[in-house]
């Protein structure tokens, strides 16, 4: 089983509907990180939490939210989707800030 | 402010020859530097790191990569490559202001022809 799973894979949408991504880890890890990935553009930090009451915003985390239900769950929302959040979204984890982050295999969103 | 370069796109080679995948860094201090690769319909994973011991690291499936202080680089080769090498690579710098963010490449995909 993989130790940082995302759900759902794929998503097609339309405009103006609220959408979650779900990310749960097995690894034990209280650092947890959204990215989105754009063609051309690397990935880009969204949210990140150190633990359940530490949730700080990342670089591009207009037009959305997240919530830390527990240490291992994770959730990313877009309250009304629009076309440009069209991407691949990534859940990571890490053990300690300065130790390598673990990714889920992504979840690929479309926004019609 | 931390960033890195990934020089080229898109690298082509043949099954069997060399790999050389190119990265530059910019940092304000000593820092953190990955390699991960992302196989399609994959999330990225860690081939190798470079925390301020040794200069040549040595990652996983035959990739190694050098740290060169003076050239402000961190390139990712492989003696021979693989049909399986095909796939995207990005280079990471890490910088930790209270915590580690990652500050990711474009990425450069590796093209492997028979």
């Not at chain 1, 009304?80 to 979840?107: K, M, V, W």
């Not at chain 2, 990265?23 to 196989?39: D, E, G, R, T």
């Not at chain 2, 402000?72 to 990005?90: G, R, V, W």
Request: proline share 4%; charged share 20%; with cysteine.
């Amino acid at each position: 089983d993989a130790d940082v799973t995302q759900t759902p894979r794929n998503r097609i949408t339309k405009t103006g509907k609220r959408i979650m991504l779900e990310c749960s880890q097995t690894k034990g890890h209280d650092r947890m990180y959204w990215y989105r990935q754009d063609p051309g553009l690397g990935l880009r930090l969204i949210y990140y939490s150190f633990d359940v009451k530490d949730i700080n915003k990342g670089e591009i985390s207009d037009g959305y939210s997240v919530s830390r239900q527990a240490q291992a769950k994770f959730s990313l929302s877009l309250e009304s989707a629009i076309p440009n959040q069209t991407a691949l979204y990534f859940c990571a984890t890490s053990e300690q800030s300065n130790q390598p982050q673990h990714f889920g295999d992504g979840t690929r969103l479309s926004i019609l | 402010a931390q960033s890195v370069t990934q020089l080229d796109s898109h690298v082509s080679v043949s099954e069997g020859t060399p790999v050389l995948l190119r990265c530059n860094y910019s940092s304000s201090y000593s820092p953190s530097l990955f390699w991960y690769v992302q196989h399609p319909n994959k999330g990225l994973q860690l081939l190798l790191k470079y925390t301020s011991a040794a200069t040549l690291v040595k990652g996983i499936n035959g990739f190694e990569a050098e740290f060169k202080k003076s050239e402000t680089s961190f390139h990712l080769t492989k003696p021979s490559a693989h049909m399986s090498d095909a796939a995207e690579y990005f280079c990471v710098v890490s910088s930790y202001t209270g915590f580690q963010k990652l500050v990711f490449g474009t990425g450069t995909r590796l093209l492997v022809s028979p």
